[in-house]
Protein backbone atom coordinates (compact mmCIF):
# COMPACT_ATOMS: atom_id res chain seq x y z
CA UNK A 1 0.00 0.00 0.00
CA UNK A 2 1.20 3.44 -0.89
CA UNK A 3 2.07 5.89 2.06
CA UNK A 4 1.65 9.59 2.36
CA UNK A 5 2.89 11.52 -0.14
CA UNK A 6 2.88 15.28 -0.30
CA UNK A 7 3.45 18.24 -2.87
CA UNK A 8 6.09 19.36 -3.41
CA UNK A 9 8.99 18.28 -1.59
CA UNK A 10 10.71 21.75 -1.78
CA UNK A 11 9.30 25.17 -2.13
CA UNK A 12 11.23 28.48 -2.05
CA UNK A 13 8.69 31.84 -1.85
CA UNK A 14 8.69 35.47 -1.63
CA UNK A 15 6.87 37.46 1.90
CA UNK A 16 3.49 38.78 1.35
CA UNK A 17 3.01 35.74 -1.33
CA UNK A 18 1.17 32.12 -0.97
CA UNK A 19 1.45 28.74 -1.02
CA UNK A 20 -0.74 26.20 -1.63
CA UNK A 21 0.67 22.18 -0.15
CA UNK A 22 -0.98 18.84 -1.40
CA UNK A 23 -1.20 15.85 1.04
CA UNK A 24 -2.55 12.58 -0.61
CA UNK A 25 -3.55 10.46 2.47
CA UNK A 26 -3.33 6.61 2.88
CA UNK A 27 -5.93 4.75 0.44
CA UNK A 28 -8.95 4.27 2.52
CA UNK A 29 -7.59 6.85 5.10
CA UNK A 30 -10.05 10.01 6.08
CA UNK A 31 -8.67 11.79 8.39
CA UNK A 32 -5.96 13.83 7.24
CA UNK A 33 -3.67 16.11 9.80
CA UNK A 34 -1.41 18.89 8.90
CA UNK A 35 1.60 19.68 11.63
CA UNK A 36 4.43 22.62 11.42
CA UNK A 37 7.74 21.46 12.65
CA UNK A 38 10.33 24.76 13.25
CA UNK A 39 13.49 24.44 15.48
CA UNK A 40 12.05 27.25 17.68
CA UNK A 41 8.49 25.50 18.55
CA UNK A 42 9.20 21.47 17.36
CA UNK A 43 5.84 20.33 16.11
CA UNK A 44 2.94 22.02 16.23
CA UNK A 45 -0.93 21.01 15.19
CA UNK A 46 -1.72 22.72 12.69
CA UNK A 47 -5.71 21.29 11.97
CA UNK A 48 -7.36 17.84 11.29
CA UNK A 49 -9.75 16.48 8.53
CA UNK A 50 -12.05 14.30 8.29
CA UNK A 51 -14.64 13.40 5.36
CA UNK A 52 -13.97 16.74 4.24
CA UNK A 53 -15.01 18.77 7.65
CA UNK A 54 -12.53 20.58 10.07
CA UNK A 55 -12.98 18.74 12.85
CA UNK A 56 -9.81 20.63 14.81
CA UNK A 57 -8.02 23.46 14.79
CA UNK A 58 -4.46 24.24 16.45
CA UNK A 59 -3.19 28.29 17.99
CA UNK A 60 -2.30 29.58 13.92
CA UNK A 61 -3.44 33.01 12.51
CA UNK A 62 -6.16 32.88 9.55
CA UNK A 63 -3.80 33.00 7.20
CA UNK A 64 -3.73 28.99 7.40
CA UNK A 65 -6.29 27.33 6.31
CA UNK A 66 -6.49 23.99 4.46
CA UNK A 67 -9.34 21.50 2.61
CA UNK A 68 -9.66 18.07 1.77
CA UNK A 69 -11.88 16.68 -1.10
CA UNK A 70 -14.43 13.76 -1.63
CA UNK A 71 -10.85 11.68 -1.95
CA UNK A 72 -9.99 12.55 1.16
CA UNK A 73 -6.75 14.19 -0.74
CA UNK A 74 -6.29 17.51 1.34
CA UNK A 75 -4.67 20.84 0.84
CA UNK A 76 -3.21 23.84 2.37
CA UNK A 77 -2.94 27.41 1.90
CA UNK A 78 -1.00 29.87 3.56
CA UNK A 79 -1.22 33.33 2.62
CA UNK A 80 0.54 36.74 2.84
CA UNK A 81 3.53 34.38 4.00
CA UNK A 82 6.23 35.60 6.76
CA UNK A 83 9.58 34.94 7.36
CA UNK A 84 8.91 33.04 10.42
CA UNK A 85 6.39 31.03 8.46
CA UNK A 86 9.89 28.77 6.88
CA UNK A 87 9.65 25.48 7.98
CA UNK A 88 8.69 21.63 7.53
CA UNK A 89 4.98 21.39 6.96
CA UNK A 90 4.66 17.46 7.73
CA UNK A 91 0.99 15.79 6.74
CA UNK A 92 -0.75 12.80 8.65
CA UNK A 93 -3.23 10.15 7.21
CA UNK A 94 -5.16 7.71 9.52
CA UNK A 95 -8.42 5.57 9.00
CA UNK A 96 -9.67 7.67 12.20
CA UNK A 97 -8.28 8.61 15.49
CA UNK A 98 -6.18 6.16 15.37
CA UNK A 99 -2.68 5.70 14.60
CA UNK A 100 -1.20 8.11 12.42
CA UNK A 101 1.02 7.74 9.77
CA UNK A 102 3.25 10.97 7.96
CA UNK A 103 4.60 11.79 4.68
CA UNK A 104 8.17 13.45 3.74
CA UNK A 105 7.30 16.78 4.19
CA UNK A 106 7.29 19.92 2.21
CA UNK A 107 10.41 21.90 3.25
CA UNK A 108 8.78 25.39 3.13
CA UNK A 109 11.30 28.76 2.95
CA UNK A 110 10.04 32.39 3.06
CA UNK A 111 12.60 35.03 1.66
CA UNK B 1 -3.73 21.18 26.50
CA UNK B 2 -2.05 18.48 27.21
CA UNK B 3 1.61 18.59 28.47
CA UNK B 4 4.23 16.19 26.66
CA UNK B 5 7.78 15.98 28.68
CA UNK B 6 10.31 13.84 27.06
CA UNK B 7 13.58 12.85 28.82
CA UNK B 8 16.87 13.01 28.31
CA UNK B 9 17.13 16.06 25.67
CA UNK B 10 20.11 14.79 24.43
CA UNK B 11 21.78 10.67 24.22
CA UNK B 12 25.40 9.90 23.89
CA UNK B 13 26.13 6.23 23.43
CA UNK B 14 28.41 3.68 22.07
CA UNK B 15 27.61 1.19 19.77
CA UNK B 16 26.37 -1.96 21.21
CA UNK B 17 25.09 -0.24 23.99
CA UNK B 18 21.20 -0.21 25.76
CA UNK B 19 19.00 3.16 26.37
CA UNK B 20 16.18 3.81 27.61
CA UNK B 21 14.17 7.57 26.82
CA UNK B 22 11.37 8.46 28.81
CA UNK B 23 8.14 10.74 27.75
CA UNK B 24 5.56 11.75 30.74
CA UNK B 25 2.21 13.37 29.92
CA UNK B 26 -0.30 15.58 31.56
CA UNK B 27 -3.85 13.96 30.77
CA UNK B 28 -5.62 10.71 30.02
CA UNK B 29 -4.88 10.09 26.61
CA UNK B 30 -6.60 8.37 23.21
CA UNK B 31 -3.40 7.51 21.37
CA UNK B 32 0.53 7.41 22.47
CA UNK B 33 3.06 7.57 19.78
CA UNK B 34 7.03 6.63 19.09
CA UNK B 35 8.22 8.21 16.10
CA UNK B 36 12.04 8.03 14.81
CA UNK B 37 12.57 11.39 12.64
CA UNK B 38 15.21 10.76 9.74
CA UNK B 39 17.75 13.05 8.40
CA UNK B 40 15.35 14.21 5.80
CA UNK B 41 13.21 14.82 8.00
CA UNK B 42 10.29 12.01 7.82
CA UNK B 43 8.56 10.85 11.13
CA UNK B 44 8.87 7.14 10.75
CA UNK B 45 6.67 5.36 13.30
CA UNK B 46 8.01 2.97 15.41
CA UNK B 47 4.96 2.17 17.71
CA UNK B 48 1.40 3.25 18.69
CA UNK B 49 1.11 2.52 21.68
CA UNK B 50 -1.69 3.93 24.34
CA UNK B 51 -0.77 1.02 27.07
CA UNK B 52 0.93 -2.15 27.32
CA UNK B 53 4.47 -3.16 25.96
CA UNK B 54 5.24 -4.27 22.42
CA UNK B 55 8.45 -5.19 20.92
CA UNK B 56 9.94 -4.79 17.86
CA UNK B 57 13.30 -6.50 17.13
CA UNK B 58 15.84 -4.50 19.56
CA UNK B 59 13.04 -1.70 20.45
CA UNK B 60 10.39 -1.99 22.78
CA UNK B 61 8.19 0.11 24.37
CA UNK B 62 5.77 0.43 27.50
CA UNK B 63 2.88 2.89 28.38
CA UNK B 64 1.45 2.71 31.50
CA UNK B 65 -1.51 5.31 30.99
CA UNK B 66 -2.54 5.65 34.66
CA UNK B 67 0.58 6.76 35.69
CA UNK B 68 0.87 8.84 32.44
CA UNK B 69 4.63 7.66 31.11
CA UNK B 70 5.67 5.92 28.30
CA UNK B 71 9.01 4.20 28.24
CA UNK B 72 11.12 3.41 24.88
CA UNK B 73 13.87 1.03 24.92
CA UNK B 74 16.75 0.97 22.40
CA UNK B 75 19.03 -2.41 22.95
CA UNK B 76 22.00 -2.77 21.25
CA UNK B 77 22.10 0.25 19.73
CA UNK B 78 23.54 1.20 16.03
CA UNK B 79 24.73 3.71 14.55
CA UNK B 80 22.04 3.55 12.68
CA UNK B 81 19.63 4.59 15.22
CA UNK B 82 21.02 7.54 15.92
CA UNK B 83 18.59 10.61 15.17
CA UNK B 84 15.72 12.58 16.63
CA UNK B 85 12.82 10.28 18.98
CA UNK B 86 9.85 11.55 19.70
CA UNK B 87 6.91 10.64 21.71
CA UNK B 88 3.54 12.31 20.71
CA UNK B 89 0.02 12.21 23.05
CA UNK B 90 -3.04 12.29 20.93
CA UNK B 91 -6.82 13.26 21.88
CA UNK B 92 -9.77 11.94 20.85
CA UNK B 93 -10.46 14.39 17.69
CA UNK B 94 -6.96 13.27 16.13
CA UNK B 95 -4.83 16.04 17.33
CA UNK B 96 -1.04 14.70 18.31
CA UNK B 97 0.56 16.97 20.80
CA UNK B 98 4.60 16.13 20.32
CA UNK B 99 7.44 16.31 23.02
CA UNK B 100 10.47 18.51 22.26
CA UNK B 101 12.17 14.92 21.18
CA UNK B 102 15.66 13.18 22.37
CA UNK B 103 18.31 13.68 20.05
CA UNK B 104 20.36 10.60 19.73
CA UNK B 105 23.93 9.85 19.13
CA UNK B 106 25.55 6.81 18.46
CA UNK B 107 29.20 6.33 18.36
CA UNK B 108 31.27 3.27 16.66
Known amino acids: KAGVTQTPRYLIKTRGQQVTLSCSPI?????VSWYQQTPGQGLQFLFE???????NKGNFPGRFSGRQFSNSRSEMNVSTLELGDSALYLCASSLRTDEQYFGPGTRLTVT | GIQVEQSPPDLILQEGANSTLRCNFSDSVNNLQWFHQNPWGQLINLFY???GTKQNGRLSATTVATERYSLLYISSSQTTDSGVYFC??????????FGAGTQVVVTP
Open chain 1, 27 to 31: SGHRS
Open chain 2, 49 to 51: IPS
Open chain 2, 88 to 97: AVGDSWGKLQ
Open chain 1, 49 to 55: YFSETQR
